[in-house]
């Protein structure tokens, strides 16, 4: 199912865009102020400080460090260093008009897919607004979010190799078995509809393996699909929307990519993308735990929601 305006957690405010004439390749022009007239109200707080981060986080850190250049101090007496946790130590040149980062130069040996200003904080915002909008009273639900995603998984390495599309995990790692159980979801819970060609299989809407001699920047660059997805390069995993690289983090946690990968949907009112529609709305309905109207759910999730609840027992 492509996830249309209905079915998007906040209707009215995508119906506002379409009503501007504003899809989400446009979402780098916006200013404050055109963040606040779309989504109005002290309830889409978070989402209009996640929509500006997505694209302004490296403007602000730079103007915040301009006063006082001279000494380093930020004006209030601090000094002000820009450290990137993931490449060196160097501070960064205030700069209030600074070029946007090539992500070649991101993944150069050795390649760690690193960006320099955004960090896990952008996660928690983003995790912590998905919150807001399907369980906002409830304190523990990433901690459940994550619960919920652990059985699912657990249950669907079992229909991987039930379906043949999986092998034996006992021998694999961590990383190894969560790349694979990626690769393997659209075709567990497949759409009818085939993904474009220049993308390949199905799974590359959600998730690509960098190639040794690839560049990032114009893999990115061609893709055909506005999404988020995971790139994983040699010791560590980056997230990116479009062209656009948001956050890294260790390979070693990227049995959680998929959480990310659906709550950046959610924030940024994203449209599933129809190749994997099926997959994304089974993981909405079974790992989010919300529900899919009757009126939006399609002939294919319905198929592949009612083999998996037969799989498993229920």
């Known amino acids: 199912m492509c996830r249309s305006a209905s079915t998007w957690p906040h209707a009215f405010a995508t119906e506002k865009m379409r009503a501007a004439d ?11 102020q055109d963040i606040r007239d779309l989504f109005p109200g002290p309830e889409h707080f978070l989402r209009r400080k996640a929509t500006w981060k997505l694209f302004h986080k490296e403007q602000e850190v730079q103007q915040a460090a301009s006063p006082n250049q001279e000494n380093g101090s930020n004006g209030r007496g601090l000094a002000t260093v820009q450290v990137n946790p993931c490449v060196s130590e160097t501070p960064r040149p205030s700069n209030p008009t600074p070029p946007q980062p090539d ?38 639900f990433i901690s459940d979010l994550k619960t919920s995603w652990e059985s699912f998984y657990g249950k669907a390495q079992f229909y991987g ?44 809407a959600m998730v690509h393996m960098l190639e040794p001699t690839e560049n990032p920047n114009t893999y990115l660059q061609r893709r055909p699909v506005f999404s988020p997805v995971l790139i994983i390069c040699d010791s560590s995993c980056m997230l990116a929307i479009g062209s656009t690289p948001l956050i890294t983090f260790p390979k070693e946690n990227i049995d959680t990519a998929v959480l990310y990968l659906l709550a950046y949907y959610y924030t940024f009112h994203l449209t599933y993308p129809k190749c994997i529609a099926t997959l994304l709305s089974v993981l909405q309905s079974e790992v989010q735990k919300d529900a899919i109207h009757d009126s939006y759910a399609t002939a294919s999730y319905k198929k592949a929601l009612s083999e998996w609840k037969k799989f498993i027992g229920e």
């Open 161 to 204: 190799v039930f379906k043949k599309l999986l092998g034996p995990s006992t021998t694999l790692d961590k990383v190894t078995r969560s790349i694979a159980m990626m690769k393997a979801l659209p075709e567990m819970f497949p759409s009818p509809v085939a993904p474009p060609k220049n993308l390949g299989h199905a799974s590359e």
């Open 22 to 32: 504003i899809s989400e390749a446009l979402l780098p022009t916006l200013s404050r």
């Open 103 to 140: 992500v070649q130069e991101i993944l150069d040996p050795p390649r760690t897919c690193s960006y320099p200003t955004l960090s896990m904080l952008f996660i928690l915002t983003v995790m912590d607004e998905l919150r807001c909008i399907l369980d906002r009273s409830n304190p523990d």
